[in-house]
C-alpha cells in the first residue's frame, strides 16, 4: 500500500519560517504528481503547492513568493518550505500523491499554527 508520511507542523511566530517534510513509500514515488493541501477549521480545504515528474511547480496565489515545494526522488522525500509565515497559513497541512493511473492518497496531516 501507498503510504505518506507528514512532520515538520508546530507552532511559530508570524513571520517565522518552517518547513514540512513527507515521506512516501509504496509506490514508484518519481512518476507521482506531489503535493500540499491545507484546511482550517470552517474552511474548505486547498491545494497550496504541487510538483510534478520533472519538477514543474504550481502555487496558490496566497503563498506565492512565501513557500517553496520541492521533492528528492532519490530520497522518496517531498517538502514545504513556508517562510513569512502568517496567521491566516494556519491549517492542517496534508501531503497528498497521485500516480500515473489517477490513484490518489493521502498523509495523516501536520498541524501548523501561527500565532498572531
Known amino acids: 500500500q501507498v503510504q505518506l508520511v507528514e512532520s515538520g507542523g508546530g507552532l511559530v511566530q508570524a513571520g517565522g519560517s518552517l518547513t514540512l517534510s513527507c515521506a512516501a513509500s509504496g509506490s514508484i514515488f518519481s512518476r507521482n504528481v506531489m503535493g500540499w493541501y491545507r484546511q482550517a477549521p470552517g474552511k474548505q480545504r486547498e491545494l497550496v503547492a504541487a510538483?510534478?515528474?520533472?519538477?514543474?511547480?504550481n502555487y496558490v496565489d496566497s503563498v506565492k513568493g512565501r513557500f517553496t515545494i520541492s521533492r528528492d526522488n532519490a530520497k522518496n522525500m517531498m517538502y514545504l518550505q513556508m517562510t513569512s509565515l502568517k496567521p491566516e497559513d494556519t491549517a492542517v497541512y496534508y501531503c497528498?500523491?497521485?500516480?500515473?493511473?489517477?490513484?490518489?492518497?493521502w498523509g495523516q496531516g501536520t498541524q501548523v499554527t501561527v500565532a498572531s
Open positions: 510538483i510534478g515528474s520533472y519538477g514543474q511547480t
Open positions: 497528498y500523491s497521485r500516480n500515473p493511473q489517477a490513484w490518489e492518497y
